[in-house]
C-alpha cells in the first residue's frame, strides 16, 4: 500500500503463491505479499512491532476514508515534512530516525502514486487485522505465512526493531513450528534456516544481491501426513486381519 525500505512488492510474484485463504504477515512492513494476493478475499492478519509502522495500518483499516485519501495534500520538493507517513515515502534505510524531512522529486512522485494506491485500493484493506506487538504475539492458526523479518546483520539495521535485536535461532523454531505454509525470506549468507536462492537484484553501481528463499508447503505437507496414516492404518488393518485370521 505505500512505500517502505525493504518492502516486497518489485519482487513478490517470485514468492510461492498461498495456499489459504488466510495470510498472516508477522513482519508486517508495507505488507507487499498480503496486498498481491487478492486482499480483498482473504483474511490477513499483519503484526509489526514498530509502533508508528502499525499505526499507518491502524488508520488505512479502521479511520481512513476514501474522501480522507483523497483530500491529501501533495508534496511539493523542497518543502519540509514532519509527517512519518511522508518520510518512509523517501524509502531509505533508517527513516524512523529521521524527524524531519526535506521532499525530494522522488519523494514527491513516491508519494502521489501511494495516494493513487490508497484511493484505487482502501476498500480491500478495511477487513484486515493489525496487531501491534512482537511477531509472537501471533495467533497460532493455519495459514500462509510470509515471514519477512530485518534481514540478519548489516542489511537488517535500517529498522527501529532492527536485526541485532532479533534472536534468529528462535526465529528459526518459531517459524518452523507454524502450522500452514512457511515462506520465509532473507538475504545472502543468512544460515538459521537452510535458505535456497530465489532470485538475483541488480542494485546501483553494477552490485548485485541474491534474495534468499526457505519454504514449506502447508497441503504438501498434509498430503503427506495423510498418505503415511492411510498408510499406518492400511499396515494396521493388515495386523488385525491376520490376527483375525491366523496362518496355520
Ligand atoms: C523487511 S521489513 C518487512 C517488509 C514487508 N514484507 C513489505 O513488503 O513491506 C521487516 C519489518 O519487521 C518489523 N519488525 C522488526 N522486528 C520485529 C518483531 N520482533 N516483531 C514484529 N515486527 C518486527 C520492522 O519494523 C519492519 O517493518
Not at 508534496?75 to 519540509?80: T, Y
Not at 502514486?113 to 501471533?138: M, N, P, Q
Not at 492458526?141 to 535500517?158: H, N
Not at 526493531?161 to 545472502?188: F, N, P, V
Request: charged share 25%.
Amino acid at each position: 500500500m505505500f512505500y517502505y525500505y525493504g518492502r516486497k512488492k518489485q519482487i513478490v510474484r517470485y514468492y510461492p503463491s498461498p495456499n489459504y485463504n488466510t495470510i498472516i504477515e508477522p513482519f508486517a512492513g508495507a505488507a507487499a505479499y498480503s496486498f498481491h494476493h487478492n486482499a480483498s478475499e482473504r483474511r490477513v492478519i499483519l503484526v509489526e512491532k514498530d509502533q508508528k509502522v502499525a499505526n499507518i495500518w491502524k488508520w488505512l483499516i479502521h479511520d481512513a476514508t476514501l474522501r480522507d485519501v483523497q483530500s491529501l495534500p501533495d508534496l511539493q520538493p523542497g518543502e519540509r515534512s514532519t509527517e512519518f507517513l511522508h518520510i518512509i515515502h523517501a524509502a531509505t534505510k533508517m527513516a524512523f530516525a529521521f524527524k524531519r524531512i526535506k521532499v525530494t522529486p522522488v519523494l514527491a512522485r513516491n508519494w502521489e502514486i501511494s495516494k493513487r494506491v490508497f484511493a484505487k485500493h482502501l476498500h480491500e484493506v478495511k477487513h484486515w487485522e493489525i496487531i501491534c506487538g512482537d511477531y509472537t504475539a501471533s495467533p497460532d492458526i493455519e495459514a500462509t505465512w510470509f515471514i519477512d523479518p530485518p534481514y540478519q546483520g548489516e542489511s537488517g539495521m535500517g529498522y527501529r526493531h532492527s536485526s541485532a535485536q532479533l534472536d534468529y535461532s528462535q526465529l528459526a523454531k518459531w517459524a518452523l513450528s507454524r502450522k500452514g505454509d512457511i515462506i520465509c525470506c532473507e538475504g545472502e549468507g543468512a544460515n538459521y534456516l537452510p535458505f535456497v536462492p530465489l532470485l538475483e537484484l541488480k542494485g546501483i553501481a553494477g552490485k548485485t544481491s541474491k534474495e534468499m528463499l526457505f519454504y514449506r508447503s502447508g497441503t504438501r505437507r498434509r498430503q503427506l501426513q495423510l498418505f503415511e496414516m492411510q498408510a499406518q492404518q492400511g499396515a494396521a488393518l493388515d495386523g488385525d486381519s491376520a490376527a483375525l485370521h491366523p496362518r496355520q
